[in-house]
């Protein structure tokens, strides 16, 4: 189940409940299994979040991530990373 990763998580010890429920329910949301449709589907996430006045730390974000990648097989989940290290390395590059 998605939401176990969120039980007993120590970077949720201390999230502010409106954070944790947005974490819970994308937790129960259906998710793409295909690496074409996680990226968009992320960024709707976070600009959804965004528009709620809601931020995540990078931990967050990789949590997001690890729920996202639960159901993709292991050559999606590797291109996921790939691109997911390209997106940092481009963030910590500018």
């Not at 120590?10 to 449709?37: C, G, R, V, W």
């Not at 999606?76 to 290290?85: N, R």
């Amino acid at each position: 189940m998605a939401n176990d990763i969120f039980q007993n998580n120590p970077l949720l010890q201390n999230m502010a409940p409106e954070k944790l429920q947005f974490l819970m329910n994308f937790a129960s949301s259906q998710k793409p299994t295909d690496i074409k449709e996680m990226m968009p589907f992320l960024l709707a996430t976070m600009n959804s979040a965004k528009a709620n006045n809601i931020q995540f730390t990078d931990p967050e974000t990789e949590l997001l991530i690890t729920v996202l990648k639960q159901n993709m097989s292991e050559e999606e989940a590797a291109k996921a990373d790939k691109i997911i290290q390209l997106m940092k390395s481009r963030k910590s590059g500018s």
